[in-house]
């Protein structure tokens, strides 16, 4: 524009008017913005939204999601950011509920989940929704109730604690060697739900510490799909996914592993299936694995509910264990309280299910240590209809709705001004408080709730305490690091360079 043209336009009334209220409108529409935010999320500015203040802190997001919550009257925060579906994040129960139960048919997985796992999970219990969801709960929900897996589950626990972790941490103790806790849990749990899961041994959990394909597969497409999720962009990783690049280049290669062996264990356990039919010989079914087969589904079908299984089973358990002993090395009077439990209640050498439903404090401790360190810190819909939550936030359709139990278990309003101490007692009533309390896993919601409410948390309970209780009556557990850990939130709660320990052998009476 030449001067002269701009002098003439400046000079006009009709252009001072114009450029003064387009002056006010950009400042009141930042500013508006700006203050509108501030309460209910970060700052956001026209066409980026909260893009910077997303990425200033995507190394602390969830700090960051946490501080924001508690200063939310409402503990709910709205994050728009450019690149990224609006996003709804909340600690508030009622919310919760909402979500979870109360419209459960509003908020499905969605599109947007299921493209960042769908990969790894294809058609699987926990990448579908609508009918195809109910057809795989209801098979799920049958294996889960039967005896004879639960049996199966506390069989195979018990090897793989007393006939291998066990003699890893009395050599350990004898030896003066500092092992890592984090990584003996993954391999413990990872041999666990094989064994349950395909009927296989893995033998991942053995003093040579071997390295195993199939494992390591899991562990970087795990790593890999939870970081797809926390991409400030995630045009981004769609475009490495197109065009076969950098970590989408290594996903495409796990899953195509894991695809490939779990397809095989399946053809193999097929044909030695057929023939004891053909043979007329009894048929071990006790595995998922066998009992799936048995009931006439496709292998496809079979591959994505096994997988879907062993994702699971693999990781929240063990992240679970790693931060649980990490707490009990920090706090050694409740190790103390849990240590004398234990010992009342398990006389023998392998330590019955009835006994362990008998130690209540040890299962408080477990809920305490979860609801600081959730093995899964956050969990998200993705809203079919326009609607409104309880505490009047208003949702669109294709928000993502996100639920965050690692900020819930931090909310001075849910859990009072002492939220930030390890308290198991704070579980306790009755009688002495030696019942655990009921509380609503719509404020507890690490197992979620509702119609997808986790099938698996009696075996997981069972796993935690089991090992636990084992470990804890035979040994002393110690950091090597006073350092506080760090949490990675992959798919589950990881401890950053892990849990390096050393272990002391007590002296009790069995």
Not at 113 to 140: Q, S
Not at 265 to 276: A, T
Not at 278 to 298: A, P, T, Y
Not at 303 to 320: C, E, L, N, P, Q
Request: with cysteine.
């Amino acid at each position: 524009m030449s001067p002269f043209l701009f002098s003439f336009l400046a000079s006009s009334s009709m252009a001072r008017t114009l450029l003064f209220f387009g002056f006010i409108f950009i400042y009141i529409t930042f500013k508006g913005i700006e203050k509108a935010s501030s309460s209910y999320g970060p700052k956001k500015y026209p066409l980026i939204g909260s893009l910077i203040s997303f990425y200033k802190n995507r190394c602390r997001l969830l700090s960051w999601y946490t501080e924001l919550l508690a200063n939310s009257p409402i503990n709910t925060i709205i994050v728009e950011r450019l690149g990224a579906r609006r996003t709804i994040v909340t600690a508030n129960p009622q919310n919760v509920e909402y979500i979870l139960k109360t419209n459960f048919n509003n908020y499905p997985k969605g599109k947007p989940f299921t493209d960042i796992l769908g990969d790894l999970l294809g058609c699987g219990i926990f990448n579908v929704d609508g009918e195809v969801w109910h057809a795989r709960r209801k098979l799920a929900s049958h294996e889960f109730t039967t005896k004879s897996l639960r049996e199966f589950i506390v069989k195979a626990l018990n090897t793989e604690v007393h006939d291998r972790l066990i003699p890893i941490l009395s050599s350990s103790d004898k030896k003066k060697k500092v092992f890592d806790m984090q990584d003996l849990l993954g391999r413990l749990t990872f041999d666990n739900i094989c064994k349950i899961s395909l009927g296989i041994d893995p033998c991942l959990l053995d003093e040579e510490m071997p390295s195993a394909e199939l494992a390591s597969a899991f562990d970087i497409a795990a790593e890999i799909c939870a970081r797809r999720g926390m991409a400030p962009v995630s045009a981004v990783w769609k475009l490495k996914r197109a065009l076969g690049v950098g970590s989408e280049k290594h996903l495409k290669v796990a899953v195509e592993l894991i695809h490939g062996s779990i397809m095989e264990i399946i053809k193999e356990r097929k044909k030695k299936i057929h023939d004891k039919q053909v043979e007329m010989m009894k048929i071990d079914q006790n595995d998922l694995l066998s009992r799936l087969i048995q009931g006439g589904h496709s292998n496809e079908v079979i591959r994505d509910m096994v997988i879907s299984f062993i994702m699971a089973g693999k990781d929240t358990t063990s992240s679970a264990l790693t931060w649980f002993f990490w707490l009990l090395s920090c706090n050694p009077n409740v190790e103390q309280e849990i240590v004398k439990e234990v010992t009342m209640h398990g006389k023998g050498e392998q330590i019955g299910y009835q006994e362990l439903k008998e130690m209540k404090f040890l299962e408080a401790s477990l809920c305490e240590s979860m609801r600081l360190y959730p093995p899964v810190v956050w969990d998200s819909k993705h809203a079919a209809r326009d609607d409104k939550l309880p505490d009047g936030t208003p949702v669109r359709k294709g928000d993502r709705v996100t639920y965050f139990p690692y900020g819930m278990g931090r909310m001075e309003r849910l859990w009072g001004k002492d939220w930030e101490k390890f308290r198991p007692w704070r579980w306790m009533a009755g009688d002495n408080r030696k019942e655990v309390v009921p509380v609503s896993p719509y404020k507890f919601s690490v197992f979620q709730a509702g119609p997808r409410v986790c099938l698996g948390k009696e075996m997981a309970f069972v796993q935690m305490k089991y090992v636990a209780a084992t470990v804890l009556r035979r040994f002393k557990l110690r950091r090597v690091d006073n350092r506080p850990p760090v949490l990675v939130p992959l798919l589950t709660s990881h401890m950053a360079g892990g849990l390096n320990m050393m272990a002391k052998e007590r002296v009790v009476e069995l």
